[in-house]
């Protein structure tokens, strides 16, 4: 029982832990994006942009498997 809780609860902090990581990344992503489209690289922005909806993604999914349980 007690070894279920523990693995209940560390799975949680890694869900919150991989959240943050993946929030932190969008972030850094749009950034970079932004300093590419100043520097007039588009192909880069554009594959910039792919990778942010990638990212979305998955958070949109990590968030709601967090909601679910």
């Known amino acids: ?5 523990l693995t ?3 799975e949680k902090l890694m869900n919150c832990l991989s ?3 993946l929030k932190r990344d969008r972030k850094e992503t749009l950034h970079y994006r932004r300093k590419l489209l100043n ?4 192909l880069l ?3 910039m942009t ?3 909806a990638k990212i979305d993604e998955h958070l949109f999914e ?3 498997i967090q909601g679910g349980k």
Do not use: T
């Open 1 to 5: 029982m007690r070894l279920s809780i």
């Open 45 to 47: 922005a554009k594959r």
């Open 62 to 64: 990590l968030e709601a």
């Open 8 to 10: 209940s609860i560390g």
């Open 19 to 21: 959240i943050e990581r």
């Open 50 to 52: 792919h990778k942010l």
């Open 39 to 42: 520097r007039g690289k588009d």
